[in-house]
């Protein structure tokens, strides 16, 4: 078992005995309330590529089994702390669970409207970014993975504020927030080259600096969301990332050639990059225990020429009756036109067998495109949740994966079709919070 | 009068002097708080956690513990809601580090004890059950 994150709780026993200090003069009760959550997931489905790094057609517990365990200090009404870990599979490594600090924070809210939070913070500013480990607080198997695959990381070490505007029946509220976090960020490559890389997982550590503004608006039917954020990405293992590809002709005036990062053939590189994001969401209750519940999301870098830019989105509806919540909902994601056209163009691009070190050349364009990354897939799910209690709930789901040009949500080995290919996936889960 | 109506006046007098007094749920505060009525709304959202503090004072709100009917009729007047709403609530709100739930005790008497004694506390007791001692008033029902 690795145990990460372990710096995450530094700054919170860091900051306890201030807050011990508060209490002592503010002679207030304190007050400990421990909690938990968890759920047991099973998926399947009919592909030996496996989609969002574990899911294949052997059937895995990995993608969707989490348990996790939080202690609430409550030093005063205005003074708090968090901390919540959680025990999952490990998304930034190829094997093995991992302990992972998901809150870890002291809060101080002086008046009812501010709130202000300083340790290991979740991203907010998505309908579920906040809660989505916590099965038993929405009806899906999983949140749509389109959207959901979105940020690099989900929990940062920083500060966060929030202003909450009160109206009758109905708060605006505007969050705000800025951090660190140090990261693995995994991509799959699908082919091997001797002595340079080897198939399966690969990953660079990368220190991601975020801010982020987000604003919500409440109402006790409605939500609705939108939210800026700012991810500087900087490559600290591994090789330099490519900003952009180089192509050399083999046979000069021809456009028989091979994409590289060789310098001398126009490629540059860089080892930083500043991604954005932008997103808007909603949450609305139709009558009649119908719930419309859609996001939007734009990512783009200036900084690399790959197939993380694009848009991607989901739109779901879900019917409550009684105990029961079937749902149903689509998720797309597609990189840019001219993004994912590169890709295909890399992908697909073979020197004749007459070429010296051919075989070499030709999977290395594989490579190269895996690394590029790039995404045009959309899924339909269908599916239930059963409520036994509020805290306690089953579900069941089947979803269609369609892949067109390409998706590096799928681990596909060169030897497999990379395009035009659909999947099938079957979930159970069963999720509770104590 | 005939024997018909003097049975039919003495069976209405009957049921009414044997109806129970009408059982009401009210909201108590200590009797020291500056604060001396609270509307449905200003209760709603302290006890949903959006308000934890009036006039500069803190407020502390005190539950009837869970599957009691004192519970159910407070929910259902003050928030609209069922247990099972109220409970789902609470727990999307813990889990994304917005707070707990108000602290729970099991009884009438010792949420009139807890709200006599702890200056910013509110409960919620049935007068039905138990007469309103010197130290917490009424402000709201």
Redesign the interface.
Do not use: C, L, P, Q
């Given at each position: 078992m690795a145990i990460n994150s372990l710096f995450d709780y530094k700054l919170l026993i860091k900051m306890l005995p201030l807050a011990m200090l508060y209490h002592n003069n503010a002679h207030a009760e304190i007050s400990y309330d421990f909690s938990g959550f968890g759920t047991l997931g099973f998926a399947v489905s009919n592909n030996s590529s496996p989609y969002l790094q574990y899911i294949d057609n052997e059937g895995t517990f990995s993608k969707d089994s989490l348990i996790a365990a939080q202690l609430d200090i409550k030093f005063s009404s205005k003074l708090s702390a968090t901390i919540q870990a959680k025990l999952a599979a490990n998304n930034s490594q190829a094997n093995g669970v991992d302990v992972d600090i998901t809150w870890a924070f002291l809060s101080y809210r002086p008046n009812n409207d501010w709130l202000f939070r300083i340790g290991e913070l979740q991203v907010p500013g998505y309908l579920n970014s906040v809660n989505r480990d916590v099965g038993v607080t929405y009806n899906y198997v999983r949140l749509p993975a389109e959207t959901d695959s979105t940020s690099p990381i989900y929990h940062f070490t920083g500060a966060a504020i929030s202003k909450t505007f009160n109206f009758d029946d109905s708060d605006f509220i505007v969050d705000l927030y800025a951090g660190k976090k140090t990261t693995d960020l995994r991509y799959y490559i699908g082919n091997e080259i001797l002595g340079a890389y080897t198939q399966g997982s690969s990953y660079n550590q990368v220190d991601i600096d975020l801010v982020g503004m987000s604003f919500s608006y409440k109402t006790p039917k409605h939500t609705f969301v939108a939210a800026m954020h700012r991810v500087k990405v900087k490559n600290e293992g591994g090789e330099e990332w490519l900003k952009e590809i180089g192509f050399t002709e083999v046979i000069p005036g021809s456009e028989i050639g091979y994409y590289n990062n060789d310098l001398s053939s126009g490629a540059s590189v860089t080892n930083r990059l500043d991604l954005y994001l932008a997103n808007i969401g909603a949450d609305i209750y139709l009558g009649n225990d119908l719930r419309l519940a859609s996001e939007l999301v734009y990512r783009k870098t200036n900084d690399l020429n790959i197939g993380i830019n694009g848009v991607l989105g989901y739109v779901s509806l879900q019917k409550r009756i009684d105990k029961w919540t079937p749902y149903i909902f689509y998720s797309q994601i597609k990189t840019f036109s001219n993004d994912l056209k590169k890709h295909q163009r890399i992908d697909s691009n073979q020197v004749p067998s007459a070429i010296p070190n051919a075989d070499l050349i030709n999977a290395s364009q594989h490579v190269i495109a895996d690394i590029y990354q790039a995404y045009d897939q959309f899924s339909v799910a269908i599916g239930t949740s059963y409520r036994f209690s509020p805290v306690s709930v089953l579900k069941a789901e089947i979803m269609f994966v369609e892949v067109d040009d390409t998706s590096s949500l799928f681990d596909v080995s060169s030897q497999s079709e990379s395009s035009n290919y659909s999947t099938t996936i079957f979930s159970l889960s069963y999720s509770f919070a104590f | 009068m005939t024997n018909q109506g003097f049975i039919i006046t003495s069976l209405i007098l009957i049921l009414f002097v044997s109806t129970p007094a009408q059982s009401e749920l009210v909201i108590i505060g200590n009797s020291k708080t500056v604060f001396s009525e609270l509307n449905t709304?200003i209760i709603s959202?302290i006890y949903t956690g959006?308000?934890?503090?009036i006039e500069g004072i803190?407020?502390?709100p005190i539950n009837s513990t869970q599957t009691t009917t004192l519970r159910n009729k407070f929910l259902e007047k003050y928030l609209s809601q069922d247990e099972?709403?109220y409970?789902?609530y609470w727990?999307?709100r813990?889990?994304?580090?917005k707070?707990?739930p108000p602290?729970e005790l099991a009884s009438v008497t010792d949420i009139i004890n807890y709200v006599g004694e702890t200056p910013?506390a509110i409960g919620y007791i049935d007068t039905d059950s138990i007469s309103v001692p010197n130290s917490v008033k009424i402000i709201n029902q």
């Open positions: - | 709304r959202r959006k308000i934890i503090e803190s407020v502390i099972n709403e409970s789902a727990t999307v813990r889990f994304i580090g707070g707990t602290k910013g």
